[in-house]
Nanobody, 123 residues
Framework: QAQLVESGGGLVQAGDSLRLSCAAS????????MGWFRQAPGKEREFVAA????????AYADSVKGRFTISRDIAKITVYLQMNSLKPEDTAVYSC????????????????WGQGTQVTVSS
């Protein structure tokens, strides 16, 4: 069964950086758009960032633009989320997602979800 496995979460202080990684279990994902969502306690899940299968197209939530960068490796089955200038409001469980999408278009929804990794930012 296809899986997405996240890593890299942890406890940091405001202003610090973290890099999350998401490894896909199958090479099929090299042709999938991939991204990240997050959910904070008591809040709805929200979109964070996405990248097309080629890595050429990206999208970000307004709340993370200029601070977070999404990328994927040459084999295209690992996606990264570089998070800089972290704020306490970035505290959440971050989940990796994937979905097939033609060309450079980013999908409106995602079919595959990882278990999530906790990111906690202290003030």
């Amino acid at each position: 069964q296809a899986q997405l496995v996240e890593s890299g979460g942890g406890l940091v202080q405001a202003g610090d950086s973290l890099r999350l990684s998401c490894a896909a279990s199958e090479r099929t994902f090299s042709s999938y758009a991939m991204g990240w969502f997050r959910q904070a306690p008591g809040k709805e899940r929200e979109f964070v960032a996405a990248v097309s299968w080629s890595g050429r197209s990206t999208a970000y939530a307004d709340s993370v633009k200029g601070r977070f960068t999404i990328s994927r490796d040459i084999a295209k089955i690992t996606v990264y989320l570089q998070m800089n200038s972290l704020k306490p409001e970035d505290t959440a469980v971050y989940s990796c997602v994937a979905a097939f999408s033609r060309g450079e278009r980013l999908p409106p929804s995602y079919d595959y979800w990882g278990q999530g990794t906790q990111v906690t930012v202290s003030s």
